[in-house]
């Protein structure tokens, strides 16, 4: 097995050889590596993440990851933002390109499954397909869409999701698929389709961009189920917990009522034994975890606020987007957001 | 390479009684078998670096997946596809699709290219800087962005409710230009028949008046009985058999119902891949012709033969051995650049094959197969281009 040696010795030599699998592998690289890369939507997506006018990633998902951040490493900017389209995300993923996505990713069967070995630790918003006209078609439901020109973004539920939808009512639709979000919304506003077809949520966002929002409507009908959230590889049970917990205290400190501004006060004070080991003040949580600080969910608390101050911040009703919080309010306020107690 | 010429240049009086190779010979033998060997390991290190890695992500290999339902909706298809076919038909579509985007790029970009390098020699000095600029502009700038810019451009078109309607049945609008389409029936494939038979009965004309103008020197035109053989067979066949149905466009609903549609997305990407190679066809054609030596001009001249028939019987002939090859390298790019597809949203074989990618995760298999694809385009295009520079070559006698 001369070969063998001498392909060894060839791949030491360029210092790039294949990658052992351990337990834990890819928690284990990004704290050797110091950082950790996150994969956002490109270009931007307003609202979710989007660099600001200095070139910084900032948003609702954007927040997602330096919050995990904090856990890893307790420095919310020990991350590195990767722009990736809908159509490289999971090959960027799946390759170790970036280590987490944070891009309004869909949690499916097929991506879990060991087709495509991703791993879903936690959903951090609740969404569902719908599909934006000009106001001048005067069209007020889905099902007046046959044979529409739609414009949709490849490689995401959406595009199979519309085809279900037309499917399923026995309508044609000439779909206009384009990878770059910007030029597919410019195909849009220009006239190229007479539908735009994305999350709501999404939806909402790229209207802010067109050239009129106003001229335009969503049409009320959801036709999927969409529950967004943070996308890993499969195989690391670790990161895994690390990424939901960090999701789960964000929701816990909204139900419990602590917020950016009073984070510190309560955790001086307060007597509850949940919310003293939430803010790590007793108990060894954080240790349980592996985050960097037994306090790392005060630590997150006190640098973006509770998940309600972040959505409010970023797809709130008094930002651009004024999403509504729908569906994304806490259990006790009617909402789908139900975090494990931590303890 | 020859053993004997070096071992008789080296040594020329001694005479060995087994040939053994020189030393030269011997070191360039051992060079190239290191060479083919560290080539070979080089790959099937790479070979086995993907399968490891593969195996740490616990991915696997196989195109168990093209049998599987796609899923994923294509804006404009050859043959007939819907979401529920397989990746399988759905990449055999993205092949057609890029397909004839090239087919009709590489003739268009001839035409042109050709055109704008006998312009480029003109006399006419504006002519000459006109087509000078518009190479060095086109040549000098990135073809994504050209695209993106004829992208742009027929975007701004008016909207399918105030389409353009130059012709009857034309519609040239943001959604494309349609046009009316015999339907395929009895009467449109007998009203085709008639028309190739009256193409060969008048390249049969072309024949016998050739062989007639060697025999007497007297030279007839073809042009009248030939075309009114063009118009008369299939005038017939109407008669006989029907008109063939049209298929005419209609604005029904959102959109245009019947007729074919050439897509923006096409068209686009088809401008901006004919303009963008006929400028580089063009210098092509004008090195090959200023290689041919001025002698052959005079000559010719001195024959008494006009200018048009100069070029088209002495100059281009011989160019034709300058040109062919660089030729069939544009011909491979046009091709390749087609698969800037992606960024206008055209559904050629790397934008359906991405798709693909991203939703079965096999990307190792979907790129192996693109890969072998376009390696099958190029390689039949160069097949087919030497064959042809192997019959305009220079004939030695």
């Known amino acids: 097995m001369k070969l063998t040696a001498f392909a060894a010795a060839a791949a030491a030599f360029l210092a790039f050889g294949p990658v052992e699998a351990l337990a834990g592998r890819d928690l284990d690289q990004i704290r050797q590596r110091g950082v950790m890369r996150c994969g956002v939507q490109a270009p931007s997506n307003p609202g979710f993440g989007f660099p600001n006018a200095q070139g910084v990633w900032q948003g609702f998902n954007v927040e997602i990851c330096r919050a995990v951040a904090i856990t890893i490493f307790g420095d919310p900017n020990r991350v590195e933002f990767v722009p990736v389209t809908t159509q490289s995300r999971f090959p960027a993923l799946a390759s170790g390109e970036v280590d987490i996505l944070s891009n309004n990713s869909t949690w499916t069967l097929t991506r879990d499954s060991n087709v495509n070995r991703f791993n879903f630790p936690a959903i951090v918003f609740y969404d569902g397909q719908s599909m934006m006209v000009p106001r001048r078609l ?19 539920t959406t595009e199979l999701n519309l085809a279900d939808y037309f499917r399923q009512h026995n ?5 206009v698929v384009v990878a770059d ?6 195909a849009y506003d220009s006239g190229r389709c007479d539908v735009f077809t994305n999350d709501f949520a999404a939806l909402a966002a790229q209207r802010t961009l067109l050239s009129r929002p106003q001229d335009h409507v969503i049409l009320p009908e959801r036709i999927s189920k969409e529950p967004l959230g943070p996308v890993i590889r499969q195989g690391d049970e670790e990161l895994t917990n690390i990424v939901a917990w960090t999701v789960f205290a964000l929701i816990d400190a909204e139900e419990m009522g602590i917020t950016q501004a009073n984070v510190e006060q309560i955790a001086a004070s307060s007597t509850n034994p949940i919310v003293r080991r939430l803010l790590g003040v007793e108990g060894n949580m954080g240790e349980s975890l592996g985050a960097a600080r037994a306090d790392y969910a005060r630590q997150i608390i006190r640098t973006f606020g509770n998940y309600g101050e972040i959505y409010e911040r970023w797809l709130g009703e008094r930002t651009p987007l004024g999403l509504e919080r729908g569906m994304n309010r806490t259990w006790n306020n009617g909402g789908l957001l139900y975090a494990p107690p931590a303890r | 390479m020859s053993s004997t010429s070096t071992t008789s240049a080296g040594m020329p009086a001694a005479k060995p009684l087994i040939p053994l190779p020189s030393p030269t010979t011997l070191r ?24 490891a890695n593969m195996a740490a992500r616990g991915l696997q290999f196989g195109f168990g997946f093209l049998g599987r339902s796609a899923g994923i909706p294509i804006g404009e298809a050859i043959i007939p596809y819907t979401p529920a076919d397989t990746y399988q038909r759905a990449l055999t579509v993205g092949l057609l699709n890029t397909l004839r985007v090239a087919v009709a790029g590489i003739a268009l970009a001839t035409i042109l290219g050709i055109a704008l390098g006998l312009a480029r020699l003109s006399s006419n000095p504006l002519l000459r800087a006109l087509t000078g600029g518009y190479i060095e502009v086109i040549r000098n700038t990135p073809l994504v962005l050209q695209l993106v810019f004829w992208h742009a451009i027929i975007l701004q078109l008016p909207s399918v409710r105030q389409a353009l309607n130059p012709l009857p049945g034309v519609f040239l609008s943001q959604r494309g230009l349609k046009l009316p389409v015999f339907l395929a029936d009895e009467a449109l494939a007998s009203a085709l028949l008639a028309l190739l038979a009256a193409a060969i009965l008048w390249i049969g004309l ?11 020197g007297e030279r007839r035109s073809t042009l009248l009985p030939g075309l009114a053989l063009l118009v008369a067979l299939p005038l017939l066949s109407a008669a006989l058999v ?33 303009i963008y190679t006929a400028a580089f066809i063009a210098e092509i054609v004008r090195a090959g012709i200023q290689s041919v030596h001025k002698g052959q001009w005079e000559a010719a001249r001195a024959l008494g033969l006009p200018g048009g028939r ?18 069939t390298s544009q011909y491979l790019n046009l091709t390749k650049n087609s698969s800037l597809a992606v960024v206008i949203g055209y559904p050629d074989l790397v934008s359906v094959s991405n798709t693909s990618i991203n939703q079965t995760g096999q990307a190792v298999e979907v790129i192996s197969i693109f890969m072998a694809v376009y390696l099958i385009i190029s390689l039949v295009t160069s097949l087919l281009m030497n064959l042809y520079n192997r019959a305009v070559a220079l004939k030695e006698r």
Do not use: H, K
Request: glycine share 8%; hydrophobic share 55%.
């Open chain 2, 206 to 216: 072309l024949r016998r008046e050739a062989a007639r103008q060697a025999a007497t």
């Open chain 2, 310 to 327: 100069i070029m088209r019987l002495v100059i281009l002939p011989q160019a034709l051995r300058v040109i062919i090859p660089p030729l």
């Open chain 2, 28 to 51: 360039g033998l051992m060079w190239q078998a290191l060479l083919a060997a560290a080539v070979v390991l080089l790959g099937w290190w790479f070979y086995n670096n993907m399968l």
């Open chain 1, 171 to 175: 309508m044609r639709f000439t779909p």
């Open chain 2, 242 to 274: 029907g008109a063939p149905a049209w298929d005419w466009p209609e604005l029904a609903g959102f959109n245009f119902q019947g007729g074919v549609t050439l897509s923006p997305e096409f068209f686009a990407l088809l401008l901006g891949l004919v």
């Open chain 1, 138 to 156: 005067n069209i007020t439901s889905a099902r007046q869409l046959n044979g529409a020109t739609v414009c949709v973004q490849p490689g995401t």
């Open chain 1, 181 to 186: 979000l910007d030029e597919l919304r410019r």
